[in-house]
């Protein structure tokens, strides 16, 4: 038979998950993320599929010594997109780029996955909390005072070579501004040398632009250090 009774049904549970996939997957695009739209669509219509094959798909084969069990197929989606999660996380100088995608295509196959299983309500609910937490209280987390915002960098750096400059630039587009707070030169081995405490504000967590700062040429040291301690972190 290649047109069900029920394919009417499957079509628009498969278009409510393209729909709401798509909104979770054009925030990650927008944010240019490693997994944008397309990824997250596929996930979420893959998990739909698989939802809607194990719950209409064999009907014509139930009997009397043959009974359909939908939840096998649910339980294995959950094991696949756990090993497709973690293809987007990877880690740099101990750190972890990737999670909150990762965890934005288990949400995307969830959503598939309700919605391939009728229940557009919850689908399109968790649709919108997602985008909350994405969008609306991400921001919000981020004004939330922490331990960065009391830190600053000690820089290290060797006079003459364009360092200190090199530095603002990379910080720059990372998001971050740049404050000198003191600076002490230093002749070492005949080498003029910059002690410099630099406060740097951005979005992101100072501790995101060390890896960065750490390839400068001409960088001796950098390391965090309080801005109401002397004492070095």
């Known amino acids: 038979m ?21 909104l979770i997957g054009l925030e990650r695009q927008f944010r240019q993320k490693s997994s944008g739209f397309r990824t997250h669509v596929l996930v979420g219509m893959g998990a739909a ?13 139930l009997g009397e010594d043959v009974t359909l069990d939908p939840s096998r197929i ?20 101990n750190i972890v780029v990737g999670l909150t995608t990762a965890a934005t295509i288990w949400v995307t196959a969830a ?19 997602d985008l909350l937490c ?11 005072p922490t331990q960065d915002r009391r830190r600053v960098l000690r820089v290290r ?5 364009g360092t200190l400059s090199h530095m603002l630039r990379i910080a720059s587009e990372e998001g971050f501004t740049a404050s000198i707070l003191s600076t002490d030169r230093e002749k070492v081995d005949g080498v003029g040398v910059v002690d410099m405490d630099v406060r740097f504000v951005g979005r992101p967590q ?3 632009l060390m890896p960065h700062l750490q390839e400068v040429e001409g960088l001796r040291s950098v390391r965090f250090r309080y801005e109401d301690d002397d004492d070095e972190d």
């Open 2 to 22: 290649l047109v069900t009774e029920t394919w009417p049904t499957e079509v628009t549970l498969l278009l409510v998950a393209f729909v709401l996939c798509g």
């Open 111 to 129: 959503v598939g996955m309700a919605a391939g299983a009728g229940m557009v309500i919850l689908a399109a609910t968790l649709t919108v909390l």
């Open 49 to 61: 599929t698989f939802t809607l094959v194990s719950s209409m798909g064999f009907t014509t084969l």
């Open 157 to 161: 750096y060797e006079d003459g070579r």
């Open 74 to 93: 649910a339980a294995q989606i959950v094991s696949g997109i756990g090993f497709l999660g973690a293809g987007v996380i990877f880690t740099r100088r």
């Open 206 to 208: 100072v501790r995101h």
């Open 134 to 144: 994405l969008i609306v209280l991400a921001p919000l987390m981020r004004k939330i």
